[in-house]
């Protein structure tokens, strides 16, 4: 190894990493002016003059790394220096900082603050925020941000100085590079947009932008006095759809970041610094930068204003216990019986689980909240409907479920009846030309005035029977021929006598077993008749509703009309008694079939879940009644 060779080390080192972020400040309301113009107009390629420093050149440099907002433009009116708007206030109390709001009281105008100068009467040099609302030759106007709203409100002197407007705004004209890299903060810039029209007076150039301490890296803790949602992002050159984010931009609130800063360009004296508060009247010019400022060669890290970082080892994790993240979380909103509503926040993991929904509430709306929630548009929203149905809307979808179950038994059957093979004295299967079906839950397919219509249809199980007749016989005891039985009310059972299983002779205090219900009143109700034995046989009842046609013998007024409805003595009056199905896989389903009383059987329609339901001998009896037609 000769004494002129060069040895290249790298080498890996642990370091703590806790507070030793580096901070990012905000420089609101900076801004440069431009004054040269090109002696060859520019557009992609340099011109005589340094590219990027005149007023005609399609691409203006800022100078500086890291912007974070482009806020307004302006080309002068003449050969002067271009001015931002300003107010001329007759207040000497009235104070602001550079990027404070303020707001007209009567023309609802907005702006930021870009300057305060003077005294009664102050001037204050702005930026509008609403280009489309102005401020008034007549109102006050506000500063929103200061917290001293008593020593920040003056009056615009109308007819004196007013609202002062020097230059044009040509903000619209311009896009924005904020000169963020894939591997480092570059010089900021201005591209005019295409087809907007070349400015030929001095610009000033208004704009926010970051400037950073020393430190190891960049994280959420850097952008102090900055809320979350206004972090900057940044979307690179180059996106891998399978990458960590696949939708090309990175949030910078949620990313450790060693991209370093480049430094300040050189002008002829001394360096490009924009970073103090800037007084309209004499803003840095980067007419007077020296180098080529678009150059990769011209930025530098180790000139005046390069923050640096040492990059992490490739292939290495970060091990360390001082970084926090959020994990996403599902809640639900409730209203409770006392009408009040209720936030149920559910636990933070990698995969949350929503809730419990508290009992005696509406479950309203449940919400994922996904983890580094910017915004409110990034909470997904489930709403849940619960709608309020009245008795007659409960009556309409009972009667379009009871008309829906009649079509599906019927397709059923078509279907059936369709695929049954009818074969010719020869072997050779006939074509059916058409077919009908009866699920027989009613009489809308028999002819109910055909004089040998005599059957009865189970309305339950969907089966065709002969017609019935039904009467009451009443049964009275015979004491004198009767002996060996005992009878206790209304009921006769063989002899039995009482025994006590469990005798409790002792009681502290008397328990009712129903504390709530309160005789208030003692009296004696007196029925006559003292029970109603059976419903009336001699007139039939008016109908007000058929389902299924069950009742069109009633409506069409069939002798013995009430035969023709099977099993109408339990449906219509001592009541089905509880049966039990097995159905697979092992569930059991308890039907509790309640008596309807009353005279009148049309109201006493009842809809039972699984009627009709897998009975082969019932299907067996509805292929009998398909009839064929040739």
Same mark, same amino acid.
């Given at each position: ?31 440069v002016k431009v004054t040269t113009t090109a002696s060859?107009?520019a557009t992609g390629s340099a011109s005589g003059e ?117 230059? +044009? ?25 295409? =087809? ?38 940044? $979307? ?27 430094g300040r360009l050189a002008k002829s004296s001394g ?5 103090? %508060? ?66 149920? +926040? ?13 009992? &005696? ?65 020869? =072997? ?7 077919? $009908? ?6 009489? +809308?397919? =028999?002819? $109910? ?34 002996? &060996? ?57 008016? $109908? ?15 002798? &013995? ?37 009353? %005279? ?19 299907? &067996? ?10």
């Amino acid at each position: 190894m000769e004494a002129s060779d060069a040895v290249k080390v790298i080498y890996a080192v642990q370091k703590p990493v806790v507070d030793l972020h580096a901070v990012k400040t905000i420089n609101r309301s900076r801004g440069v002016k431009v004054t040269t113009t090109a002696s060859t107009n520019a557009t992609g390629s340099a011109s005589g003059e340094v590219y990027g420093t005149n007023i005609n050149d399609e691409i203006i440099t800022l100078g500086v790394p890291d912007v974070y907002a482009l806020r307004a433009v302006y080309e002068s009116n003449d050969t002067t220096d271009a001015l931002p708007p300003s107010l001329s206030l007759d207040s000497s109390t009235f104070a602001g900082d550079p990027g404070d709001k303020i707001t007209g009281g009567t023309s609802g105008a907005v702006a930021k603050i870009i300057q305060v100068t003077g005294s009664d009467p102050t001037t204050v040099y702005f930026y509008y925020v609403t280009t489309d609302i102005l401020f008034s030759g007549t109102e006050t106007v506000t500063n929103e941000t200061s917290t001293s709203t008593s020593t920040n409100t003056g009056a615009i002197v109308a007819g004196v100085t007013g609202i002062t407007v020097d230059s +044009k705004d040509i903000s619209g004209s311009w896009l924005l590079d904020d000169g963020q890299r894939d591997g480092y903060y570059g010089h900021a810039s201005i591209k005019r947009r295409p =087809g907007a029209p070349t400015p030929g007076n001095s610009l000033l150039i208004i704009f926010d932008y970051f400037t950073a301490g020393s430190g190891n890296f960049f994280t959420v803790n850097s952008y102090s006095g900055m809320n979350y949602e206004n972090i900057p992002t940044y $979307v690179p050159n180059i996106i891998d759809p399978s990458g960590l984010e696949p939708d090309g931009e990175f949030e910078l609130a949620d990313a450790v970041d060693y991209r370093s800063y480049v430094g300040r360009l050189a002008k002829s004296s001394g360096t490009h610094d924009p970073s103090g %508060a800037l007084d309209p009247t004499a803003a840095a010019d980067v007419s007077l930068i020296v180098p080529q400022p678009l150059a990769y060669t011209s930025s530098s890290f180790h000139t005046t204003g390069a923050v640096t970082f040492d990059l992490p080892k490739s292939g290495q994790s970060l091990t360390t216990t001082a970084l926090s993240h959020y994990l996403p979380r599902i809640d639900k909103i409730a209203l409770s019986s006392d009408s009040q509503f209720m936030v149920i +926040k559910g636990e933070p993991a990698d995969e949350p689980a929503a809730p419990a929904t508290p009992a &005696n509430s509406i479950l309203l709306h449940t919400l994922y909240l996904p983890p580094y929630t910017t915004n409110l548009t990034k909470v997904s929203v489930q709403s849940h409907d619960h709608k309020r149905f009245t008795m007659k809307e409960i009556g309409r979808i009972q009667g379009r479920v009871k008309n829906l179950e009649r079509v599906t038994s019927l397709n059923a059957l078509e279907q059936e009846t369709n695929l049954t093979s009818i074969r010719d004295s020869e =072997g050779i299967e006939r074509f059916k030309s058409g077919f $009908v079906t009866d699920n027989f839950r009613g009489h +809308k397919i =028999g002819d $109910v005035n055909h004089p040998d219509y005599k059957i009865g249809v189970d309305r339950t199980t969907g089966t065709l029977r002969p017609m019935h007749y039904s009467r009451f016989v009443d049964i009275s005891l015979n004491t004198g021929a009767s002996g &060996n039985y005992q009878k206790t009310g209304d009921l006769i059972t063989l002899p039995y006598t009482e025994e006590a299983y469990v005798t409790v002779d002792k009681a502290s205090t008397t328990e009712y077993v129903n504390p709530y219900d309160i005789v208030i009143f003692n009296g004696t109700v007196t029925l006559s008749p003292s029970r109603d034995l059976w419903f009336d046989t001699q007139r039939l009842p008016s $109908v007000r509703r058929t389902i299924e046609g069950d009742y069109d013998t009633v409506l069409k007024g069939v002798g &013995n009309a009430l035969g023709t409805v099977w099993n109408n003595w339990q449906t219509d009056w001592v009541g089905e008694p509880v049966t039990t199905v097995e159905q697979p896989p092992n569930r059991t389903v308890t039907r509790n079939r309640r008596a309807q009383w009353g %005279a009148n059987p049309r109201g006493r329609q009842k809809s039972f879940p699984g009627r009709g339901g897998g009975n082969k001998s019932v299907w &067996n009896m509805h292929s009998m009644r398909a009839f064929e037609t040739r």
